[in-house]
């Protein structure tokens, strides 16, 4: 019994000592100093999801089409490719076209005189032709560098589209196991809860006996742990697998 006692004081300090290193990492991870009281709400009795109900593919199709991290290099390589149209159209010479309105109006008076009205319009139009036949290779140097460019967030946007998909594919495999592990789990603690139920009724006719009472309780309250755990982890992938797909990024 001393043994059992002390063994259940080890696991619950270290229980709590997990749960302070969580705590520590989750107000960390917000940006809040630690120490601060926080409220976490208990979720252990809301419904768990019954299962993946879309495919790996259309997982992966709604990340590419709303992960924040791929719409910004999609603009990064459409702006690439708008710098390479602009570096290249400095080649071609440039005309303008130019026009000007004026006009001078007013009155006029002329000592002694009556006032005299000033109504006179001025038009102005003309074209400008320019063209930079040398420029020391400056034009040519900025099509390569705006061509980089290009290329570089090219790159990136392809990195970034063959991590998402392996972070999709990761975290809807493992929603998928956590939820098969959840059903086994549950049907430990079922299993255990009839075991001791049965055990204990046996023990209450003298037909078991005190140490089969308390392994009964100790294998029930594995189950119990275990059934937690496994909730845990289903909420835990479940979270994974929304934010690898973007869902978390939505409003």
């Known amino acids: 019994a ?16 997990a749960e302070h290193d ?51 290099g999609l603009a990064a390589v ?13 080649y071609w010479p440039k005309l303008a076209a130019r026009t000007a ?21 001025q038009y102005d139009a003309g074209f400008r032709l ?3 036949l040398f420029d020391g290779f400056e034009r040519r140097n900025n099509v390569r560098l705006a061509e980089s460019t290009q290329r570089q ?9 063959d991590k998402a998909v392996r972070d999709v594919w990761k975290a809807y495999n493992d929603t998928k196991v956590a939820l098969a592990k959840h059903e086994a789990a549950a049907a430990l603690l079922a299993a255990s809860e009839q075991a001791w139920d049965a055990t204990l009724e046996s023990y209450r006719n003298g037909l078991s006996t005190f140490p089969d009472v308390r392994e009964a309780e100790r294998n029930l309250a594995r189950a119990r742990t275990v059934d937690m ?12 697998l929304a934010f690898s797909t973007g869902d978390l990024a939505r409003p």
């Open 2 to 17: 001393r043994e059992e006692s002390a063994r259940a004081t080890y696991e619950l300090q270290d229980a709590l000592a």
């Open 22 to 72: 969580a705590r520590m990492a989750l107000l960390e991870s917000i940006g809040i100093r630690p120490g601060t009281p926080i409220d976490i709400a208990d979720v252990s009795q809301e419904p768990l999801p019954s299962g993946v109900a879309e495919s790996v593919d259309e997982a992966i199709d709604r990340a590419l089409g709303q992960r924040p991290d791929l719409i910004a």
């Open 101 to 121: 309105v004026a006009g001078n109006i007013g009155e006029l008076k002329v000592e002694n005189s009556a006032y005299q009205g000033v109504h006179e319009l």
């Open 78 to 90: 459409r702006a690439g490719e708008a710098e390479v149209r602009k570096a290249r159209a400095d």
């Open 153 to 161: 967030a090219t790159a990136e946007l392809e990195h970034a589209t």
């Open 130 to 132: 320019e063209w930079t």
């Open 229 to 240: 755990s496994a909730r845990a982890e289903v909420r835990t992938r479940a979270a994974a």
